[in-house]
């Protein structure tokens, strides 16, 4: 019996191409009754780090049993594994390049299957499209029903990615840096909610100042237009991590600044 399952499509594909139409083609051949949600396509090419950013904030607000295919795939073609996983009650298709180490982090909670069973692939695969040849058959095939241990036998020497952490030098000092910037131009750090209040706590004044760049920010912000525009405003956004944005406009392009960017946070 067919289910009625849910897919998402996260790629780097673009949407000029046929690559995004041809992997749901393929798919709905198999499987009629399946939704689509595009969370991106928009990938910045072969960069795994930025869909394991995105993929990471968007896939726990779908309901149990989603199937998630993340493709982007640089070493598409080569001798790399294609991967099902399953964790959360959810399900994820994709390469085995890291773009799944936050599932990782949860081992217990993760059987990880390497896809061998090639009868579930297109007959003719190519070397260059493993989205279309490999990955959405197997999502096709899942979404109709067909158990996930049938795909292959479970592996635990699959490839993961340190999701950079913030120091603490000493006592009163955190240093982060950006890790993703958003297409508003917001930059988004690795210094999480948790990480800044514990330190705030432990501060007798409870005051701290902020440097990224040639900036310096001494106050945390509630909302986008809390601080006026041209000035740079430091929050804590819907990934509860902490960012700094301009009002209506991109600090990455006017600041230049970028991932990698070093933020020191000190506190009194």
Do not use: W
């Not at 298709?93 to 896809?115: A, C, R, T």
């Not at 260059?128 to 292959?152: C, E, M, N």
């Amino acid at each position: 019996m067919t289910e009625n399952r849910l897919i998402t499509l996260t790629t780097d594909f673009g949407l000029k191409d046929h690559f995004v139409g041809a992997m749901k083609g393929v798919i709905v051949k198999i499987c009629p009754d399946v939704n689509f949600v595009d969370i991106s396509h928009k990938v910045q090419p072969h960069d795994v780090f930025e869909a394991m950013m995105i993929f990471k904030n968007s896939y726990k607000y779908f309901p149990d049993r989603t199937i998630h295919l993340v493709v982007v795939d640089p070493g598409v073609g080569s001798n790399r594994r294609p991967l099902l996983v399953y964790s959360e009650n959810q399900y994820f298709i994709g390469p085995d390049n890291g773009v799944f180490s936050p599932l990782f982090q949860k081992e217990e909670d993760v059987l990880v299957i390497d896809i061998t069973a090639d009868h579930y692939f297109m007959k003719d695969v190519s070397y260059t499209f493993h989205g279309r040849d490999i990955f959405a058959p197997v999502a096709g095939y899942l979404a109709k029903g067909v158990d996930l241990k049938s795909f292959g036998d479970p592996v635990t020497d699959y490839i993961k990615l340190d999701f950079p952490k913030p120091k603490a030098p000493d006592k009163s000092t955190l240093e982060g840096e950006i890790i993703y910037a958003d297409n508003f131009g917001n930059l988004i750090s690795n210094v999480a909610s948790s990480h800044f209040q514990t330190f705030l706590n432990n501060s007798a004044q409870k005051t701290f100042k902020i440097t990224i760049g040639n900036n310096e920010i001494n106050k945390i912000s509630q909302y986008y237009d809390e601080f006026p525009p041209g000035n740079l405003c430091a929050i804590f956004g819907s990934t509860d991590h902490l960012e700094f944005s301009l009002l209506q406009e991109s600090a990455e392009k006017k600041l230049g600044l970028k991932p990698k960017e070093k933020v020191i946070i000190q506190f009194s």
